[in-house]
């Protein structure tokens, strides 16, 4: 289903204030998922607009790595063959004054067969950093250019 811009916003607002009931301080895991041609794994979720990284929210209990591993394989049908290396860890003031993402580099990966869109994610693919769908989220722009162009790391996601 393709959202309209004002109900996605919607959405987006709603499942971050049931967030901020349910966790008063929230923590997500992303990945910078680079092949050996160089090109980055995005994904396109069905909520909000553009072309993301693959991750999502840590749950209570639950270790950075394993969230990590779990959103791999839920969005990307992606298993990490290695310890992926972190990038930074950033303050997402866009979504709450308490969440913050951490970004992890992974290399070495598996991935059998791209996954089949679901009601999150719609679309998946391997993109150049050269040639970015042109609706790639300002904080996924940055991130790569953070890795690929060795621009500086910011605090801010």
Same mark, same amino acid.
């Given at each position: ?25 929230t923590l997500?895991?992303r990945a ?25 929210? #840590? &749950?209570? $209990?639950?270790?950075?790595?394993? /969230? !990590?591993?779990?959103?791999? %394989? ?6 990490? =063959? ?39 994610? #719609? &679309?998946? $693919?391997?993109?150049?950093?050269? /040639? !970015?769908?042109?609706?790639? %989220? ?6 790569? =250019? ?12």
């Open positions: 289903m393709i959202q309209t811009p004002l109900r996605s916003r919607l959405r987006t607002r709603l499942s971050h204030l049931a967030f901020l009931l349910l966790r008063p301080m997500g895991a910078l998922v680079v092949d050996t041609e160089n090109r980055v794994f995005l994904v396109r979720h069905s909520y909000v607009p553009g072309w993301h990284l693959p991750g999502g929210g #840590v &749950e209570a $209990g639950e270790p950075m790595l394993s /969230a !990590l591993a779990r959103e791999l %394989a839920e969005e990307g049908n992606i298993e990490m =063959a290695g310890e992926p290396a972190l990038h930074g860890i950033f303050f997402n003031r866009a979504s709450s004054r308490r969440d913050h993402v951490a970004v992890y580099v992974v290399r070495e990966f598996h991935q059998e067969a791209p996954p089949k869109p679901n009601w999150e994610i #719609v &679309e998946t $693919g391997f993109f150049a950093y050269d /040639a !970015l769908p042109p609706d790639t %989220a300002r904080a996924t722009r940055q991130r790569l =250019a953070e890795y690929f162009e060795r621009a500086p790391l910011s605090q801010e996601w």
